[in-house]
Nanobody, 136 residues
Framework: QVQLVESGGGSVHPGGSLRLSCEAS?????????IGWFRRAPGKEREGVAC????????AYLDSVKGRFTISRDDAKNTVYLQMNSLKADDAAVYYC????????????????????????????WGQGTQVTVSS
């Protein structure tokens, strides 16, 4: 199973920006994979934040991050990014990236593994994530 490694987290003030990176280990190529960013805040369920298909033909965002976060990919660098601007305290969480797949229509998945506004999901293990802290 491919392992993705997240980086770029940190501590910022409200209104600040961070760019998270997602890279694959062991020579795995992300170019043909749909990738999602998810987050888990303390005491809350994991939620899908942003997802992108190969070649970025389609992207999907959680309503609360639309207009502030941008998911992008650089296939030459084998990396998927999450640019986060205008960060709020509610954005503080551990952020994870993962491969996502379309689910069969008969599936009944947990929302915690779903990309927003899609029927794509991550079914598998999770990496260690990268911590994002937003505080004044």
């Amino acid at each position: 199973q491919v392992q993705l490694v997240e980086s770029g987290g940190g501590s910022v003030h409200p209104g600040g920006s961070l760019r998270l990176s997602c890279e694959a280990s062991f020579g795995f190529t992300l170019e043909h994979e749909a990738i999602g960013w998810f987050r888990r805040a303390p005491g809350k369920e994991r939620e899908g934040v942003a997802c992108t298909t190969p070649s970025s033909t389609r992207t999907a965002y959680l309503d609360s991050v639309k207009g502030r976060f941008t998911i992008s990919r650089d296939d030459a660098k084998n990396t998927v990014y999450l640019q986060m601007n205008s960060l709020k305290a509610d954005d503080a969480a551990v952020y994870y990236c993962a491969t996502v797949r379309p689910l069969p229509p008969s599936s009944d998945p947990s929302p915690s593994i779903m990309c927003p506004d899609t029927f794509w999901a991550h079914e598998g293990s999770w990496g260690q994530g990268t911590q994002v802290t937003v505080s004044s």
